[in-house]
Each structure stands twice: as structure tokens, then as C-alpha cells.
Nanobody
Framework: VQLQASGGGLVQTGDSLRLACAASGRSFSSYNMGWFRQAPGKERRFVAVISWTTGYADSVKGRFTISRDNAKNTVYLQMNNLKPEDTAVYYC???????????????WGQGTLVTVSS
């Protein structure tokens, strides 16, 4: 599975942004898809995961929504009410597990930068 993330950019506090991750290869629908982010100088951290259900990090609950379109082999991350602390490189990833653990993800996209100005 190859993953290509897109949609990042520079926004202001309170703005919204939607990230997309397009997957190539077979059996996209069989994978759990996750979003992670890495802020400058920090470790990469879990953001959200989707299979038939969804899971979120506490820091984004109520503001971010993960969704998927299996017909388009694409997973999305709708980000609302963005804050400066959301500034990070966002990565999509694929796993056979419904997990928040980075080590459970086998395939990774290249990352897309989101910058939220105050």
C-alpha cells in the first residue's frame, strides 16, 4: 500500500482544513487507517484512527473528524477550530490493527505540513 497525503497549509487560529490521504494498492477497505502528527522538536503522536468505527486523541476530540471513502481509496481528516498547537506534519498510515500505537502501522505516507498562526 502506498499512501499520499495532501491538504496541508497555513491557516489562522479558528480556521478549518481538510487533509486527504489517497491509497494505492489492493484491499484498502481492509486496513485501519490512522492519522498521526509530529510537531517541531517533538515525537510523532496519534491523532485519529478509523475502521468501522473511529478513535481520537483527547487533544482533538470534538474538533477533528476522520472519515474514509473506500470507493476512492481515500481517508480524510477534517480539522475544525484549529489552534497553534495543532501545527505539525501530519502523516497518514495503514494498519491491520485498530490502534493508536505507531508501531502497529506498516505503511506511511510522506506527511503534509499544517501551520496554524495565532
Amino acid at each position: 500500500v502506498q499512501l499520499q497525503a495532501s491538504g496541508g497549509g497555513l491557516v489562522q487560529t479558528g480556521d478549518s482544513l481538510r487533509l486527504a490521504c489517497a491509497a494505492s494498492g489492493r484491499s484498502f477497505s481492509s486496513y485501519n487507517m490512522g492519522w498521526f502528527r509530529q510537531a517541531p522538536g517533538k515525537e510523532r503522536r496519534f491523532v485519529a484512527v478509523i475502521s468501522w468505527t473511529t478513535g481520537y486523541a483527547d487533544s482533538v476530540k470534538g474538533r477533528f473528524t476522520i472519515s474514509r471513502d473506500n470507493a476512492k481509496n481515500t481517508v480524510y481528516l477534517q480539522m475544525n477550530n484549529l489552534k497553534p498547537e495543532d501545527t505539525a506534519v501530519y502523516y497518514c498510515a495503514a494498519s491491520r490493527c485498530f490502534s493508536a500505537a505507531e508501531g502497529d502501522y506498516y505503511y506511511w505516507g510522506q506527511g503534509t505540513l499544517v501551520t496554524v498562526s495565532s
